[in-house]
């Protein structure tokens, strides 16, 4: 093992996994001194013609992808008859070894970890490349709670062979109906297997499963899968949508892309409803014999090789220079041999010539990458002889052509990778930031700014949305009032207080508050908390010696009520006392008893 090396740089120090393609080593890259993971093909890949072409175009295309989820791909290579891949090495666990030692996982967590796939998957699907292999063991979470995608690239090739001995071994599994009947493919497929993944993950199983890989691609085909909620009750409804209408049999009635499948499920781990409807089941198809030839592949373009050319020109000049000598045509004619100008600018060049006694030609200028003004090329060549006086014409470079950047702002990520290749730039990478002005998923703008003059080639960064930026509510209530201000201002929210009396909850506590507690919110709203000022007590008005029905009356105005009792006393129809007694505090709406006088009986 410590004498195994890739490419005379990646030196292997131990094997981390092996698969039905493939074996994975870990290595050190001894020119940058990174720890990378090598992924080695099997000689029986290695030695179809149609599988290696097809290798290669897969490797340069994944390693033009560039997203924080998926795996990085440094470089491909081969050694003696054997293939490899160099990619980043990724510290974490595969979801596959998750679910397996833990079982059905938190639904929440399952909607997070779809989201964060069906990112990647937007942006691989931008660049026309489907991954055509998702399933839990090419996934994995790192410690710090992110996800990472692997194998995009090589996936392709092994697919079809759904006959061959071992090759779909926990792949049959995630397969697409369309791919296990050998029909053609698009991004929707990566999103039914996706779909199964989620599946899995909040079930604890496997939708389809059989004896045979082929006997589970039937299922694939013409069975139904079992609601996930009837397996996990704990499911929510929106995520069982979400999965279902991944898992459609026919891809018109999936989601039409991974951004759509990615937003419902950050609605769904946001606790939100999805909006994209439920596709129901589709009809069931009858499964073609499976197992169909290999991909035509096309080759990769050879170029010519120039220098038999160049040499063959250089010769007959050779001989016909010679034969000149040899007839004497150059007698008497003074010659110099003409100076290498290429690299000067078209002034220094220009008085080069002059000292020998040779003169500036016709003057073309083009664009290239040396800096303007200077001379690219020249003809004749330098050291060749040529008689004084002669012309020599100089290709002088206009620098780099510059195009205006377009404003991709307000497309969807998706639309924008292709909208930037096709302006003929390079992405750089995609950045996501909260925005409260663009929708989630939607471009917010580029680095450099649109506008600018930069030249074909250059990188772009796009900002993309991550839409309004959420925070939970926390509960206050029954706090004290500076300790609920302080809790909700600390997690970011404005605080508006009002007050109101309450007989159940003491003077200086949070009655009740708005949003309640638990809710996910704006960052940075309003919340209003209500705060208690204790009981609500009123004065009692005196009546003593009002009479009866003008001390009623005073009293039920000031939101009592009012008993009567009566008692012998020349005060006839007059209040003799009453209680409570005048200016006590006492709840609103109690009973007040007035005694009134009543004149003695003849």
Known sequence: MEDLVFGRRYRVTEKIGAGGMADVFKAVDDVLGRTVAVKVLHARYASDPNFVARFRQEAQAAANLSHPGIVNIYDWGRDDETYYIVMEYVHGTDLKKLVTERGAIDPTRVAEYGAQVAGALTVAHGYDIIHRDIKPHNIVLTPDGAIKVMDFGIARA?????????SVLGTAHYVSPEQAQGRTLDPR?????????LYELSTGRVPFDAESPVSVALKQVNEDPIPPRQINPDIPPSLEAVILRAMSK????RYSSAEEMRRDLTRVAQGRMVEAPVAGPSD???????????????????????????????????????????????????QVVVPDVIGLTEVDAVTALEAVQLTVGETETRFSEEPSGTVINQ??????????????????????????????SGMTESDAIKAVREAG?????????Y???????????????????IAAGTRIVIYVSKGTELTQVPSVVGNKQGDAKTELEKAGFDVKVTEEPSDSVNKGLVIRQSPEGGVSVEAGGQVTIVISTGPDLVEVPGVIDLGEVE???????????????????????IVLTQNPVPGAMVKRGVTITILVGQAPAP
Do not use: C, H
């Open 158 to 166: 092994g697919n079809s062979q759904l006959t061959q001995t071992g």
């Open 551 to 573: 001390a009623t009356g005073v009293l039920r105005d000031a939101g009592f009520d009012v008993s009567v009792d009566y008692q012998t006393s020349p005060d006839d129809g």
């Open 379 to 408: 003809s004749p060549e330098p050291d060749v002889s040529i008689e004084i006086g002669s012309e020599v014409s100089l290709v002088v470079s206009a620098g780099q052509e510059l195009f205006m950047l377009p404003d991709f």
């Open 425 to 433: 730039f390079e992405l750089d990478t995609i950045q996501r930031e």
């Open 284 to 334: 069931t198809t009858v499964m073609p014999a499976v197992g169909g030839g290999a991909p035509r592949v096309r080759p990769m373009p050879r170029r010519r090789n120039p220098w038999p050319w160049i040499l063959g020109i250089a010769l007959l000049v050779l001989v016909g220079v010679g034969a000149a000598w040899a007839f004497g045509l150059f007698d008497g004619v003074e």
């Open 435 to 453: 925005s409260k002005e663009v929708a989630d998923g939607t471009v917010i703008k580029t680095v450099p700014e649109p506008g600018a003059q």
């Open 250 to 253: 026919s891809p018109s009635e």
């Open 189 to 197: 497929t990566d999103l039914y297997s996706l779909g199964v993944v």
